[in-house]
C-alpha cells in the first residue's frame, strides 16, 4: 500500500492550496479515506473523510466550509481543495486509510500559513 501526499507549501493568509495523494497497491475505490494534520507539538487530528464512492463526506468543525475533500476513483487520487487559509492551519497533512490489512498513512506534506 502506497499514498503518497503533494502539494503543500507555504502560504499567505487568506490564500488557497490543493493537496493531491495519490494511491497505490490497493483497491482505492473500494474503500473510505482520510485526511488528519499535525502541527507541531500537538496531536494529529482528524480532518475530512470521503467515501469509496465519493458521495459522502464529513469535516472537523474547524475546516467546514473552507476545506473540500474529494477523489477520483479512475487515476487513485485524494484531494484536499483548502480555500482562506488560516495560520492555525499550519501542520503536516496526512492522507489515510483503513484496510482489513491495517491502517495505512502516507509521509504527509507539509502545509504553512503565514504573512
Known amino acids: 500500500v502506497q499514498l503518497v501526499e503533494s502539494g503543500g507549501g507555504l502560504v499567505q493568509p487568506g490564500g488557497s492550496l490543493r493537496l493531491s495523494c495519490a494511491a497505490s497497491e490497493f483497491a482505492f475505490s473500494n474503500f473510505w479515506l482520510r485526511w488528519y494534520r499535525q502541527a507541531l507539538g500537538k496531536e494529529r487530528e482528524f480532518v475530512a473523510v470521503?467515501?469509496?464512492?465519493?458521495?459522502?463526506?464529513d469535516y472537523a468543525h474547524s475546516v467546514k466550509g473552507r476545506f473540500t475533500i474529494s477523489r477520483d476513483n479512475v487515476k487513485q487520487i485524494l484531494y484536499l481543495q483548502m480555500h482562506d487559509l488560516k495560520p492555525e492551519d499550519t501542520a503536516v497533512y496526512y492522507c489515510?486509510?483503513?484496510?482489513?490489512?491495517?491502517?495505512?498513512w502516507g509521509q504527509g506534506t507539509q502545509v504553512t500559513v503565514s504573512s
Open positions: 489515510n486509510t483503513n484496510l482489513p490489512s491495517g491502517e495505512y
Open positions: 470521503i467515501s469509496s464512492g465519493g458521495d459522502s463526506t
